[in-house]
């Protein structure tokens, strides 16, 4: 039958771990949010605001990238049996996704319930927002920015009159 829609506006009694049946047009109230599907829902646990658009709908599953890579090599003879030489590579990563939407519970505000001063019930509230509610979905997408690079500096030949030949380089590498 399909997921549970999404708590959009919950309160639970702490101590039965039960829906509180939300005030009558609560949930009517931010019918506009989500696209309009925001409404009253019953599970096993009560009733609770929720809308099947509150997980899936506005979040990405897949993130998005872009990349810049660059390289070079340069090659310089100093005689007939030395040569210098360099090599470099350098990456640009921009990174963004959003799997999902800023939410607020009254658990992560506290170190646990909190007694309602209007019901003097012990209660935990949750809160989902909805993308109407902070500037679209892509407001809330993170953005990170990577760098790498790989550098490597050298002399190679060969000892003139032998039939030995070295390569001495230095290599440098972060992220």
């Known amino acids: 039958t399909g997921a549970a829609p999404a708590v959009i506006f919950g309160r639970k009694d702490a101590t039965s771990n039960k829906y509180i049946t939300p005030e009558p047009g609560a949930c009517e109230a931010a019918a506009g949010l989500f696209e309009g599907s925001v409404k009253s829902f019953k599970a096993k646990s009560g009733f609770y605001c929720g809308s099947g658009r509150g997980s899936p709908t506005y979040w990405t599953t897949q ?11 340069l090659n310089y003879g100093l ?31 506290s170190k646990g319930y909190f007694v309602n001063g209007s019901t003097g019930k012990l209660e935990t509230w949750s809160r989902r927002f909805a993308p109407e509610e902070i500037g ?26 032998t039939s030995w030949s070295y390569d001495l380089g230095f290599n440098t590498s972060g992220y």
């Open 63 to 73: 993130t998005g990238n872009q990349s810049s890579n660059f390289a070079g090599i």
């Open 136 to 161: 679209g979905a892509e407001a809330f997408n993170r953005k990170w920015k990577d760098r790498t690079h790989n550098l490597v500096l050298g002399v190679r030949g060969d000892l003139q009159g």
């Open 79 to 109: 005689n007939a049996h030395t040569e210098l030489y360099a090599e470099a590579l350098l990456g640009f990563t921009t990174t963004e996704n959003n799997t999902r939407g800023p939410s607020w519970t009254s658990l992560g505000g």
